[in-house]
T-cell receptor, first 112, second 117 residues
Framework: EDKVVQSPLSLVVHEGDTVTLNCSYEVTNFRSLLWYKQEKKAPTFLFMLTSSGIEKKSGRLSSILDKKELFSILNITATQTGDSAIYLCAVSQISNTGKLIFGQGTTLQVKP | GAVVSQHPSWVICKSGTSVKIECRSLDFQATTMFWYRQFPKQSLMLMATSNEGSKATYEQGVEKDKFLINHASLTLSTLTVTSAHPEDSSFYIC?????????????FGPGTRLLVL
């Protein structure tokens, strides 16, 4: 059965801390791994990763994929209260256009 | 940029009534759309794949007679929750994929919060 597992499920840090969110997957016909941030409404896109070892970076956020070990990490440096959200990892498959398999999500709370 | 809209954004209804949620792709055509359900503090669970001009494909455990999906045009899919009950209260989100070059991007609607009393 295809599955995506995120850890930790929840995390509480203070402003300025650095956090690492994990996502592992066991999915047939892997195409890409995506990270989303969800606050009160629908998820907003962060990164799409298709190749191993190539870091993607956007401001204080960065992510990398390891296709050999079947996992990805999302790093957030110098966290701010605005980073508080649910972070979702999802995997797409070559055989299922558009369909995403989501992990459980990591709820991040950043305290002032 | 591409946008997916949902209507209504929230709805409160009495138990036993039916509720229709619309998902529209505003500036692109989507032969496929996806419907997700999300309970508080949980991840998105795929309910079904909506296919334009054909029957929807439902995920295991999702009752197709309770969650009716109609994809009548290339820009509109509707989800009808029939005979809603309090346990159907949830956040419903649709998404539509769009191809640009060799890359596919998934666009999410803003979601619909359903509360069944």
């Amino acid at each position: 059965e295809d599955k995506v597992v995120q850890s930790p499920l929840s995390l509480v840090v203070h402003e300025g801390d650095t956090v690492t969110l994990n996502c592992s997957y066991e999915v047939t016909n892997f195409r890409s791994l995506l990270w989303y941030k969800q606050e009160k409404k629908a998820p907003t896109f962060l990164f799409m990763l298709t190749s191993s070892g190539i870091e993607k970076k956007s401001g204080r956020l960065s992510s990398i994929l390891d296709k050999k070990e079947l996992f990805s990490i999302l790093n957030i440096t110098a966290t701010q209260t605005g980073d508080s959200a649910i972070y979702l990892c999802a995997v797409s498959q070559i055989s299922n256009t558009g369909k995403l398999i989501f992990g459980q999500g990591t709820t991040l709370q950043v305290k002032p | 940029g591409a946008v997916v809209s949902q209507h209504p954004s929230w709805v409160i209804c009495k138990s036993g009534t039916s509720v229709k949620i619309e998902c529209r792709s505003l500036d692109f055509q989507a032969t496929t759309m996806f419907w997700y359900r999300q309970f508080p503090k949980q991840s998105l669970m795929l309910m079904a794949t909506s296919n334009e001009g054909s029957k929807a494909t439902y995920e295991q455990g999702v009752e197709k007679d309770k969650f009716l999906i109609n994809h009548a045009s290339l820009t509109l899919s509707t989800l009808t929750v029939t005979s809603a009950h309090p346990e159907d209260s949830s956040f419903y989100i649709c998404s539509a994929p769009r191809w640009g070059g060799q890359q596919e991007t998934q666009y999410f609607g803003p979601g619909t919060r359903l509360l069944v009393l």
